[in-house]
Structures are given as C-alpha cells and as structure tokens.
C-alpha cells in the first residue's frame, strides 16, 4: 500500500463519525453530567458560606467514607458535623483542618 493511499484511508477514518450500536436516540436531550475531578461520582462540598464561618465545626466518628479534600482521595472514618462531610484528621494527614480554613 502506497503512503498516500494509508494516509487518505486515515484521513476519511477521522473525519467520517462513528456509528453508535443500540437503539436511537429520542427527539429530547439529556442534559450532560456535570464534570468531575475523579470518577463517575461527584463530591458533596458544602457552599463557602457554610464551610469557611468557623462556628461549630467538630469532627465525629462515624462509617467509613470517602475524604472530600481536593488533594487527598483517602477513605475516613471521621466527618465534619456541621458540614456532614468526610474529611481525615490523623497523624499523617490534618485535611479536617485544610478543609475548614
């Protein structure tokens, strides 16, 4: 096969789109699911307004879930009262604090 032959089979490859397989779409839209920084599931955070006042925020012991820090994808057993939001508070990691200020 000459270069120019591959290049204009590519070429009509990935511009031509693809074909679906399943039954057809209806006439009205879904909307599109709102981004996420990690997997198909959105993290909950509180509104600014709630997280940032600084009044009656405590850590409690509670099942184990997923923390809510940007940079940590930890699971904790510890959760925030107020915001009711999984956050870790350990030895090595303080997000409950990182999380609050």
């Known amino acids: 096969m000459r270069l120019a032959v591959f290049q204009g089979r590519l070429a009509t490859q990935v511009v031509i789109p693809k074909r679906t397989a399943g039954r057809p779409r209806s006439g009205s839209v879904s909307p ?4 996420c920084r990690s997997g198909p599931y959105r993290r ?3 509104p600014p307004e709630l997280r940032l006042d600084g009044l009656d925020h405590y850590p409690e012991y509670t099942t ?3 923390c809510k820090n940007d940079q940590c994808d930890s699971l904790t057993y510890i959760k925030c009262s ?9 030895k090595e990691r303080n ?5 609050h200020l």
Do not use: H, M, Q, S
């Not at 599109?32 to 981004?35: F, I, K, N, V």
């Not at 107020?82 to 350990?90: A, R, S």
């Not at 997000?95 to 999380?99: M, V």
């Open 64 to 66: 184990r879930g997923r």
């Open 82 to 90: 107020k915001c009711d939001t999984y956050v870790c508070l350990n």
């Open 32 to 35: 599109a699911p709102a981004p």
């Open 95 to 99: 997000c409950y604090a990182k999380f």
């Open 44 to 46: 909950k955070i509180p």
